[in-house]
């Protein structure tokens, strides 16, 4: 009889495991609150989301966008990698203007993908833009 308890139990138990995992997702890189005029992004599609950094190199637009100052991203390289990854790296057209906070928007994003910063899960893709110049090589 306790052997059936148990195993009625763990039946049971079983199908509170199942995860609700998403297919796919879009981290953003730098993860801080603070980017330089002319600092480059890094957007990384998993799984399914891989195919909207792929329309990137395809006609697909990015824009880091303050008030009526919009920027065009232009793409520098998109690289696949292991484990369904693909990063693409942009650059800004132009140099942003300091002081003024700037907001991601890709118009590629189907309504399944989640952008969201390196530990910043659920917080809007913005940086208030600092004076300087980023002439480092990334790390």
Same mark, same amino acid.
């Given at each position: ?51 909207? #950094?792929?329309? &990137?190199?395809?006609?697909? %637009?990015? $824009?880091? =966008? ?9 793409? !520098? ?28 928007? #890709?118009?590629? &994003?189907?309504?399944?993908? %989640?952008? $969201?910063? =390196? ?9 208030? !833009? ?10």
């Amino acid at each position: 009889m306790k052997k059936l308890l148990i195993l009625v139990s763990v039946f049971f138990y079983s199908f509170s495991l199942f995860a609700d995992c998403g297919a796919g997702g879009i981290r953003v890189f730098p993860d801080g609150n603070e980017i330089l005029k002319n600092s480059i992004i890094m957007i990384e599609g998993y799984a399914t989301s891989q195919e909207t #950094i792929n329309k &990137l190199k395809n006609g697909g %637009q990015a $824009y880091l =966008i303050s008030g009526d100052h919009i920027v065009q991203l232009n793409v !520098v390289g998109i690289y696949q990698g292991q484990y369904s990854l693909t990063q693409a790296i942009l650059k800004p057209e132009e140099e942003l203007f300091a002081g003024n906070e700037y907001t991601l928007k #890709i118009d590629s &994003l189907s309504r399944f993908d %989640q952008m $969201y910063k =390196i530990r910043a899960y659920g917080k809007p893709i913005s940086w208030k !833009v600092k004076d300087g110049l980023d002439n480092k090589k990334p790390l």
